[in-house]
């Protein structure tokens, strides 16, 4: 099993103080999060520190995406049965404002990925999906090969191409 820098949300996690910028998100963490663990809608997945603040997060789920909203060069290789991809999505992500600007976003990112990798050799997961909250999102996943899906607004990266990332 892989190693990572992040483990599930608990209650030692101070959640409460948590604050990116971006009022959903905090407002997520704080009020959302552990009742979406609860149902299994999501896990939320914390990178602390030794206090128990939480300095980065980012929530896995499973997911499905139409095949017709895959880019065409991916589509045309798949088998005509399947409607329905199976993708892991990568459904939020933030960086504790103090922490910002230090690589922890990227570092954060990369765990997910390699989640996202593992969870795919065990339940068929053919991507990574983001639902990117805002236009400097959308920049931020652009920087990691993510590939904007037109219709949806969601983004993609192929699980072919994070294998070959931790390769
Ligand atoms: C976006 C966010 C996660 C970035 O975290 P961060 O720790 O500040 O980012 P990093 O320091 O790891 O930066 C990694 C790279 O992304 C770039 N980057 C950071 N924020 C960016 C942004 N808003 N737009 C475009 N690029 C950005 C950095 O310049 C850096 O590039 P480099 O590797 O070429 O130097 C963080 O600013 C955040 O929590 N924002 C609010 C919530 C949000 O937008 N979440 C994302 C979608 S749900």
Same mark, same amino acid.
């Given at each position: 099993?892989?190693?990572?820098?992040?483990?599930?949300?608990?209650?030692?996690?101070?959640?409460?103080?948590?604050?990116?910028?971006?009022?959903?998100?905090?407002?997520?963490?704080?009020?959302?999060?552990?009742?979406?663990?609860?149902? !299994?809608?999501?896990?939320?997945?914390?990178?602390?520190?030794?206090?128990?603040? %939480?300095?980065?997060?980012?929530? +896995?789920?499973?997911?499905?995406?139409?095949?017709?909203?895959?880019?065409?060069?991916?589509?045309?290789?798949?088998?005509?049965?399947?409607?329905?991809?199976?993708?892991?999505?990568? &459904?939020?992500?933030?960086?504790?404002? !103090?922490?910002? &600007?230090?690589?922890?976003? !990227?570092?954060? +990112?990369?765990?997910?990925? !390699?989640?996202?990798?593992?969870?795919?050799?065990? %339940?068929?997961?053919?991507?990574?999906?983001?639902?990117?909250?805002?236009?400097?999102?959308?920049?931020?996943?652009?920087?990691?090969?993510?590939?904007? +899906?037109?219709?949806?607004?969601?983004?993609?990266?192929?699980?072919?191409?994070?294998?070959?990332?931790?390769?």
């Amino acid at each position: 099993m892989a190693d990572f820098l992040t483990v599930p949300l608990s209650p030692k996690h101070r959640k409460s103080e948590f604050t990116c910028g971006n009022a959903y998100l905090d407002n997520y963490i704080q009020k959302q999060a552990k009742q979406d663990m609860k149902r !299994k809608l999501s896990v939320c997945f914390v990178m602390s520190n030794d206090k128990n603040e %939480i300095k980065g997060f980012y929530t +896995l789920s499973n997911a499905g995406i139409p095949k017709e909203a895959v880019p065409e060069k991916i589509r045309k290789k798949l088998p005509r049965a399947y409607e329905s991809l199976p993708v892991t999505l990568l &459904g939020r992500l933030a960086i504790n404002k !103090k922490n910002k &600007g230090k690589g922890l976003g !990227k570092l954060l +990112l990369i765990d997910a990925l !390699k989640r996202g990798l593992e969870v795919s050799k065990v %339940i068929g997961s053919m991507a990574v999906i983001v639902d990117p909250i805002d236009e400097n999102a959308v920049q931020f996943y652009d920087r990691f090969g993510f590939i904007l +899906l037109p219709d949806s607004g969601k983004m993609f990266l192929p699980m072919k191409t994070i294998e070959q990332l931790f390769k």
